[in-house]
């Protein structure tokens, strides 16, 4: 063999290498591709998923600041109410012990009112005082 089929056999030698290498290079290429796809495939998949989870949890934050809300003015109704309550409470208090001193002038002023019953006085159950009083009527005159 001659020199030129040496180098014609080498020349076509480095061509079927740089052919294998080429071939080899694209299929790792494409499975690379292949693999980045699914790689995007799935992070869109989970994406999409987080996405509604996202609205899930807003929704849900705006339920809670609304209730929240609803649980401040029932708070400030409830406060509201209770010195609404306390202001009654003192007037009741207040006109009560206004009537046990009318109560208690008339008595001293009555003379139909024995001085030991001025004197008698029974605590009933919700805290009231009772004077027993003893009434003449007309009729036993």
């Known amino acids: 063999m001659t020199t030129?089929?040496?180098?014609i056999i080498a020349v076509v030698a480095v061509l079927?290498?740089?052919?294998?290498a080429f071939v080899v290079r694209s299929a790792s290429n494409r499975r690379h591709r292949v693999q980045?796809?699914?790689i995007r495939e799935d992070v869109h998949e989970?994406?999409?998923?987080?996405?509604k989870r996202e609205a899930?949890?807003?929704?849900?934050?705006?339920r809670a600041r609304a209730a929240q809300a609803e649980a401040?003015?029932?708070?400030?109704?409830?406060?509201?109410l209770?010195?609404?309550?306390?202001?009654?409470?003192?007037?009741?208090?207040?006109?009560?012990?206004?009537?046990?001193?009318q109560r208690e002038r008339a008595?001293?002023?009555?003379?139909?009112?024995?001085?030991?019953?001025k004197h008698g006085d029974d605590a009933t159950d919700d805290g009231a005082v009772r004077v027993e009083r003893t009434h003449t009527t007309n009729e036993t005159r």
């Open 4 to 7: 030129t089929t040496w180098v």
């Open 16 to 20: 079927i290498i740089a052919l294998l």
């Open 36 to 38: 980045a796809d699914r």
């Open 46 to 51: 989970r994406s999409e998923r987080l996405e």
């Open 56 to 62: 899930i949890a807003a929704e849900t934050e705006a």
């Open 72 to 80: 401040d003015v029932k708070a400030a109704e409830a406060a509201r």
């Open 82 to 101: 209770q010195e609404r309550a306390a202001g009654h409470r003192e007037h009741v208090d207040s006109s009560r012990e206004e009537l046990n001193s």
């Open 107 to 117: 008595d001293a002023l009555d003379p139909r009112v024995k001085p030991a019953d």
